[in-house]
Each structure stands twice: as C-alpha cells, then as structure tokens.
C-alpha cells in the first residue's frame, strides 16, 4: 500500500467521506476513489469495509 493509498484509508476509517477525503488531500473524488479501488484489488476483497478489515488485521491501519 502506497502512503497516499494508507492516507486515504487512515481518513475513511476516521469516517471522513470520499468528498471530505479528497477536499483534506487536495486530490479529486475520482482519484480517492481509485486508491480506494487499488487497495481493493491489490487484497482482494470486494468492498472498503473488507479492505479495511484485512488491513487492521495486516497491521497496516490502527483504530
């Protein structure tokens, strides 16, 4: 996971939304939704909710 791409997840699990999210990091919707979707792939799972499951599991994001 890139740092953009833990970024992203750090703010969505800090329950920030896709428009809030991309607002902080001065990037478009889309282009959070791809580090959404990169993530996604590169663990494959199917939805945010898995990935960011996997991720705390893979020690990769803290509550």
Same mark, same amino acid.
Request: zero cysteines; a positive charge.
């Given at each position: ?15 920030? /939304? ?9 990037? /478009? ?7 959404? /979707? ?26």
């Amino acid at each position: 996971m890139t740092p953009r791409e833990k970024e992203v997840f750090e703010l969505l699990i800090a329950n920030y /939304s896709t428009r809030e999210i991309a607002k902080r990091m001065g990037i /478009s919707d889309k282009t959070v939704r791809n580090h959404i /979707s990169n993530v996604m792939l590169k663990l494959g799972v199917k939805g945010r909710a898995q990935a960011v499951v996997e991720l705390l599991k893979l020690g990769e994001l803290q509550l």
